[in-house]
C-alpha cells in the first residue's frame, strides 16, 4: 500500500510552470528527502500536495483515496520562516493548534487537549518552555515547538519543509530521532531537505526535483553523482573525496553545491 | 455649457488648465517611481501629513502665504516618512501598520491645528480647509504660476536623471556597482515626491493627492512594460485626469477638484483594466479562449 | 452634565469596539485595508441614502458592510490579477471614497451630509439625536449603534477566537486543518465596516483610522499574549477617547481630531517606555 500518490502534478504561478508532470509513489513506513536546488519547487511540491496552492492540475491520493477524504491524516511542518514570531502567544498555544480539528468549531480546549498537548512538549523536550511567548523562542526551539504541533495533530503522513534549517545541533538530532519514530509507528514522512551530505543518513528514499522530477526511489539507488548532476546542473563539487572507496559513487559525504 | 464657454475665455481659468495638466502629468510620471518603489501607500502618508504642516506654518507667521505653507507642508511630509521608517526600524511594528499609524496620526492632529486656527486666528479664517479636499476655483493666478511651473521643474529633473532613476529602482546594487550616486538618487526620488504633493495639494488635496501619483502609473502597466513609455503614459493619463478634473469641478459648482481628477483617473484605469494590451482582462479572455 | 457624559460615552464606545476589532487588523498585518474601508464606507452611506432617502441607521449599516466588503474584494482581485497589494489598496480605495465625496456634493442640499461631517463626525451633535421609542426618549441613536456593533463583534470574537488566532498566526496550516479561512477574513471585513459606520457619524473616518490602528499597535508593543493585547487594545482605545476629549474642550478644538492625537501619545509612549519592547529599555539592556 502506498501512502502517498501523486500523478500528473503541474503547478504554475501566474502561467510561469514551477511544477511540470510530478509523478510518484511514496511507501508507506518511509522517510523521504526532497532534494534539489534553490527554487526547484520543493516548497510549491509540499504545498500543492496539501491544496494550500490553487491552480494546479494532477491526482493526490493518500492511502489509495483522493486526499480531500483523508485530510485528516496529514500532518504538516512549514518552513519556519513562514510565520511571524513576533505573534502575541506561547508555545503552548502553538502545539494546541494541531489539536483544532479535534477540538472542533466555537469549542475551547478540553483538558485532555491540553494534557496532550503538553505531552509533545515533553516529546520534543520543550516542557519547560511551555508558557514561553514564541518571539522569545531561538530558531532551534521555535522548530521544535512546530513539530511538536504537528505531534500533536496524530497524522498518518507528516510533511516538513526545510526543518532543519537554522537549527542547533541538538534540535536536528531531536527531529531525526523524532522521524525514527514516526517509522517505527508505521508512519510516512516526507522531508523537504538541502544540505547533501546528511542524505544518505537521515532518508530511505530520496526525490531529486528540479521543475521536473528527476528521480525517485531506494536512496542508494537514486542519490548518485549523475542524478545529483541532473538535478543541480553540474554545479556539483567535490570538496574532498572520501577515503572509503566503496561508497564513492554514492557520493557520499562530502558535497556541496555552488549555488550559495 | 455656458457657464463652461465663459469660463473657459477666462484668463486665470486658463491659467488653472495649463496647471492641472502640468501638475498630472509630473504626478503621473513620478508615480511610476514611486509604483516601482512599492510606496504608493508611503506616498499617502506624505500627503496627509502636509496637513499640519501647513497649519503650523500659518499659526507661526499668521499669513496666509502659499509659499510659506508649502515649506511647512514639505517639511512634515518628509518628516512623516522618516518616522515611518524610524518605527519599522526600532520596533516590532510592521510596515502598514506604521503608515497607518502617521497617516491617521499626523492628520488628525492636523485637523486639530486647523480646528484650533478657525476658533482662534483674528480676522478671515484662512480658509486652510481647501487644502483638505482641493479646489481649483479658488486659485489665484500666483497659486497656479507655482504649481504650473514647480510642475514644469520636477518633469525636467525626471527626465534629466530618467536613466539614473530606472537603474536604481532596478538594481541597486548594480547601480552602486557601476558608481552611481545611489544614495543621492533616492533622496532626489523623495524630493520629487514630497515636492508633488506639495504643490499639488492645494489643487487635488492632502487626502486624494496620493491617487493622483498611483492610479495612472497603474493604469499605464496594461499598456506597456516598459519603464519609459510607462511613465509618458502615466504623465499623459495624469494630464487628461487633472484636466477633466478642473473643468468638470470648476463648471458644475460645488464639486470639489480633488475626487473629480481622482475619478476620471480612476475611470481611465478601469478602461485599461479592461482592454489594456498587456494584462488587460477582455484581452486575457480574449487570449486564453 | 448628561450632554458631556453622551459624548464621553460615545468617544470611549467608539476607542472601544475600533481598538478590540484593530488589534487583529494589527496582527493580520491589514490595518491598510482598514485604512482604505474606514474611507470607503462613505459611498456605502451615500448608497444607502440613495435607496431609502434618509440617514436611518439600519439601512446605513447595511450600505457599509457592502461596500466594505467590495473594497476588500477589490482589493484582493487587483492583487491576485498582478497588482501589487499596496497600489491596489491605494486606487480601489481613492476610486471608491472620490466617487462617494462627489456623489455627496450632488446630495448635499438634501440632506445633512457633507464631507467636513463625513471626515470629522459631529460628536458634538450627537447627544441630541436621540432614539425614541413611544414618545420616550432612551439616549443617543450613536451609543445604540455603538454599543450594537460593540456587542456584535465581541461575540464573533469569542464564537470564532481560536480560529482567528489561528488564521492569523498560521493561514496555510488553519487551511490545512480545515479552519474556514476565507470566510474568517471576510467576516474580519464585515467588522471592520460595522465598527467603521457606527463610528461614522460621531466621529468621522480619520478618527476610525487612527482607532483601528493605533490603540492596537500600542498594545502590540506592551504584550506578548493575544488575549491581552486584544483588552489592552480595547482599554487604550479608551484611555485616547477621555484624554483626547479632555483636551479638546480645554483647547477648543475638534474633539475627533484631538482624540486621534491622543492615541499617537500613547503610541510614542510605548514606542520609548514599553519594558520589553520600548527604545529606552532595549537600550539599556543592550549598555
Ligand atoms: N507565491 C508565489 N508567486 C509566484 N512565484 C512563486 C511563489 N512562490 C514560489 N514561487 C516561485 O516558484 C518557484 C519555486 O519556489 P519554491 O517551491 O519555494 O522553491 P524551493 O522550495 O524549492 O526553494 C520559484 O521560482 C519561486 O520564485
Ligand atoms: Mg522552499
Not at chain 2, 247 to 259: D, E, R
Not at chain 3, 33 to 51: M, R, Y
Not at chain 3, 81 to 110: H, M, P
Not at chain 3, 168 to 183: E, K
Amino acid at each position: 500500500m502506498h501512502a502517498l500518490h501523486v500523478s500528473d502534478l503541474t503547478v504554475s504561478y501566474d502561467k510561469k510552470p514551477v511544477l511540470e508532470d510530478v509523478s510518484f509513489s511514496i511507501p508507506n513506513g518511509s522517510i523521504t528527502g526532497i532534494i534539489g536546488p534553490n527554487g526547484a519547487g520543493k516548497s510549491t511540491l509540499i504545498k500543492s500536495i496539501l491544496r494550500l496552492i490553487p491552480s494546479i492540475t494532477g491526482e493526490v491520493k493518500v492511502y489509495g483515496e483522493p486526499y480531500a477524504q483523508q485530510k485528516k491524516l496529514i500532518g504538516y511542518v512549514p518552513q519556519r520562516s513562514e510565520v511571524d514570531w513576533d505573534f502575541p502567544t506561547n508555545a503552548l498555544d502553538v502545539v494546541l493548534m494541531g489539536r483544532y480539528r479535534h477540538i472542533g468549531i466555537f469549542k475551547r480546549a478540553k483538558k485532555a487537549e491540553i494534557t496532550w498537548a503538553r505531552e509533545c512538549l515533553q516529546k520534543v523536550g520543550m516542557l519547560g518552555y511551555a508558557e514561553r511567548q514564541i518571539s522569545q523562542l531561538s530558531g532551534g526551539q521555535q522548530q521544535r515547538v512546530f513539530l511538536a504541533r504537528a505531534l500533536a495533530q496524530d497524522a498518518m503522513v507528516y510533511f516538513m519543509d526545510e526543518p532543519f534549517s537554522g537549527v542547533d545541533a541538538a534540535t536536528e538530532r531531536a527531529i531525526i530521532q523524532l522521524m525514527k519514530n514516526w517509522k517505527q509507528e508505521g508512519k510516512t514522512v516526507i522531508v523537504v531537505h538541502h544540505d547533501l551530505q546528511t542524505v544518505e543518513d537521515y532518508f530511505d528514499h530520496v526525490l531529486l526535483l528540479n521543475k521536473q522530477l528527476v528521480d525517485f526511489g531506494e536512496t542508494p539507488k537514486v542519490f548518485t553523482l549523475e542524478n545529483l548532476e541532473k538535478t543541480y546542473g553540474g554545479k556539483i563539487a567535490f570538496l574532498q573525496k572520501t577515503p572509503s572507496t566503496e561508497k564513492e559513487h554514492h557520493a557520499h559525504g562530502h558535497l556541496a553545491f555552488e549555488s550559495e | 455649457m455656458d457657464t463652461l464657454l465663459s469660463s473657459l475665455s477666462n484668463a486665470n481659468f486658463q491659467w488653472v488648465l495649463v496647471g492641472s495638466l502640468l501638475l498630472g502629468f509630473a504626478s503621473g510620471v513620478i508615480g511610476s517611481f514611486v509604483l516601482l518603489k512599492k510606496q504608493s501607500l508611503i506616498s499617502d502618508a506624505m500627503a496627509h501629513a502636509a496637513l499640519p504642516g501647513v497649519c503650523i506654518m500659518f499659526l507661526i507667521f499668521e499669513v496666509k502665504s502659499i509659499p510659506i505653507l508649502l515649506i511647512g507642508a514639505a517639511i512634515t511630509s518628509f518628516l512623516a516618512t522618516q518616522a515611518i521608517q524610524f518605527i519599522i526600524n526600532k520596533s516590532r511594528i510592521k510596515t502598514d501598520a506604521a503608515i497607518g499609524i502617521i497617516i491617521s496620526v499626523f492628520f488628525g492632529f492636523g485637523i486639530v491645528l486647523l480646528t484650533y486656527i478657525q476658533q482662534n486666528s483674528t480676522g478671515s479664517q484662512a480658509g486652510l480647509d481647501t487644502f483638505i479636499f482641493g479646489q481649483a476655483a479658488s486659485l489665484v493666478k500666483s497659486d497656479v504660476q507655482l504649481i504650473t511651473g514647480g510642475a514644469f521643474l520636477l518633469v525636467l529633473i525626471s527626465m534629466l536623471f530618467f536613466k539614473e532613476f530606472k537603474l536604481t529602482l532596478f538594481d541597486p546594487q548594480f547601480a552602486k556597482g557601476i558608481g552611481l550616486p545611489v544614495s543621492f538618487l533616492n533622496g532626489l526620488m523623495l524630493f520629487l515626491v514630497v515636492a508633488i504633493v506639495v504643490i499639488g495639494i492645494q489643487m487635488v488635496g492632502v487626502i486624494l493627492i496620493a491617487a493622483l501619483l498611483i492610479t495612472p502609473p497603474l493604469a499605464a502597466r496594461y499598456w506597456t512594460e516598459r519603464l519609459g513609455v510607462m511613465a509618458i503614459l502615466a504623465g499623459i493619463f495624469g494630464a487628461i485626469s487633472g484636466v477633466l478634473g478642473a473643468v468638470i469641478s470648476t463648471t458644475i459648482v460645488g464639486l470639489p477638484t480633488g475626487p473629480v481628477i481622482v475619478l476620471s483617473a480612476s475611470f481611465i484605469f478601469f478602461i485599461s483594466l479592461l482592454f489594456g494590451k498587456k494584462k488587460g482582462l477582455v484581452i486575457r479572455r480574449v487570449r486564453q479562449a | 452634565m448628561t450632554y458631556t457624559l453622551w459624548i464621553v460615552i460615545t468617544g470611549c464606545l467608539v476607542g472601544l469596539t475600533c481598538g478590540v476589532t484593530g488589534s487583529l487588523l494589527v496582527l493580520r498585518k491589514m490595518s491598510m485595508i482598514a485604512d482604505a474601508i474606514s474611507h470607503t464606507v462613505l459611498l456605502g452611506i451615500v448608497g444607502a441614502f440613495f435607496v431609502t432617502q434618509s440617514l436611518n441607521g439600519v439601512p446605513m449599516l447595511i450600505g457599509a458592510a457592502i461596500v466594505g466588503l467590495l473594497t476588500a474584494f477589490f482589493v484582493e482581485t487587483l492583487h491576485r490579477s498582478g497588482v501589487q497589494s499596496d497600489a491596489a489598496i491605494g486606487v480601489v480605495f481613492t476610486s471608491l471614497f472620490a466617487l462617494g465625496v462627489v456623489l455627496i456634493a450632488f446630495i448635499g442640499d438634501q440632506v445633512h451630509l457633507d464631507v467636513q461631517h463625513a471626515l470629522m463626525g459631529e460628536i458634538a451633535f450627537v447627544p441630541w439625536n436621540t432614539l425614541q421609542i413611544g414618545g420616550v426618549s432612551l439616549g443617543p441613536v450613536a451609543v445604540w449603534m455603538l454599543g450594537g456593533v460593540l456587542f456584535v463583534n465581541l461575540l464573533l470574537i469569542a464564537i470564532f477566537y481560536k480560529e482567528i488566532k489561528l488564521s492569523t498566526f498560521d493561514p496555510q496550516y488553519a487551511l490545512l486543518i480545515g479552519v474556514p479561512v476565507v470566510f474568517i477574513h471576510y467576516l474580519l471585513m464585515i467588522m471592520v465596516s460595522l465598527s467603521t459606520v457606527a463610528s461614522f457619524d460621531s466621529v468621522g473616518a480619520i478618527l476610525v483610522v487612527a482607532m483601528l490602528i493605533v490603540p492596537g499597535s500600542t498594545a502590540y508593543l506592551l504584550t506578548d499574549k493575544f488575549f491581552t493585547m486584544l483588552w489592552m487594545s480595547g482599554a487604550i482605545g479608551i484611555l485616547s477617547a477621555l484624554i483626547g476629549y479632555g483636551s479638546a474642550v480645554y483647547f477648543n478644538v475638534s474633539i475627533a481630531g484631538s482624540m486621534a492625537s491622543s492615541t499617537g501619545i500613547l503610541f510614542i509612549l510605548a514606542f520609548l517606555f514599553s519594558p520589553r519592547h520600548g527604545l529606552v529599555f532595549k537600550r539599556l539592556r543592550t549598555t
